[in-house]
């Protein structure tokens, strides 16, 4: 079974410039959320989706930042214009909606995100 | 608002002896309790999880994990380490397990 795949693995961009991360989860899983970890700092929640539906963007630090899942597959998160604060490693992570496997997240690799 | 707590930022130790990464922990309400390990160009694994019952959380790979609600904390331990246990472990909090906060990580280095 594959897992969480993100893409693109590293990204280098400019300030001003936009960047899209995609995440594909689980098949089958219809919870997908984003977490971001800056400077090593802790991995901060970004938002949570159930199928299509966000049911917590509490996390997305600004209006730049912009998360879809069309269809309920897999999602992206644009970020436009990027500052050099956005920099950090962007993770996605999916799970089953099973209460007995509450909060067992599968996590990708992670985007990191550099800002210049 | 919930928080982790994790104070060290690096834990080293010997192969063979015993292992403890500690984190505290601030929810409103009972908490859901998890640590995760990040092994090196990885994702996050799941380790363990406190939900409720049995203070004492066995997991994956030999780790365990005690809850301890007067002194709110959930620290990871192993009673004994290996080198392929070197990893960048994380402690969660949640009061809904459905918006995990995350600790900043302790970098756990065994060695021979």
């Known amino acids: 079974e594959a897992g969480v795949t993100q893409f693109p693995s590293h990204s280098v961009i400019e300030k001003g410039q936009t960047v899209t991360l995609r995440c594909d989860p689980i098949?089958?899983?219809?919870?997908l959320y984003w977490y971001r970890r800056v400077m090593g700092k802790e991995i901060k929640f970004l938002l949570h989706?159930?199928?299509?539906?966000?049911?917590?963007e509490s996390g997305m630090p600004n209006n730049r930042f912009l998360a879809e899942r069309t269809g309920g597959t897999y999602s992206t998160l644009k970020v436009q214009p990027a500052e050099l604060e956005d920099s950090g490693v962007y993770f996605c992570?999916?799970?089953?909606?099973?209460?007995?496997?509450?909060?067992?997240?599968?996590f990708g690799e992670g985007s990191r995100l550099t800002v210049l | 608002a919930q928080s982790v707590a994790q104070p060290e930022d690096q834990v080293n130790v010997a192969e063979g002896n015993p292992l403890t990464v500690k984190c505290t922990y601030s929810?409103?309400?009972?908490?859901?309790l998890f640590w995760y390990v990040q092994y090196p160009n990885r994702g996050l694994q799941f380790l363990l999880k406190?939900?409720?019952?049995?203070?004492l959380v066995k997991g994956s790979y030999g780790f365990e994990a005690e809850f301890n609600k007067s002194q709110t904390s959930f620290h990871l331990k192993k009673p004994s380490a290996l080198v392929s246990d070197s990893a960048l472990y994380f402690c969660?909090?949640?009061?809904?397990?459905?918006?995990?906060?995350f600790g900043t990580g302790t970098r756990l280095q065994v060695t021979l």
């Open positions: 992570a999916s799970s089953q909606d099973l209460r007995e496997r509450a909060g067992e997240l599968f």
């Open positions: 098949s089958g899983h219809d919870n």
């Open positions: 989706f159930v199928k299509e539906s966000k049911q917590d």
């Open positions: 929810v409103s309400g009972n908490p859901y």
């Open positions: 406190y939900i409720t019952g049995d203070n």
């Open positions: 969660a909090v949640s009061g809904t397990a459905s918006k995990l906060t």
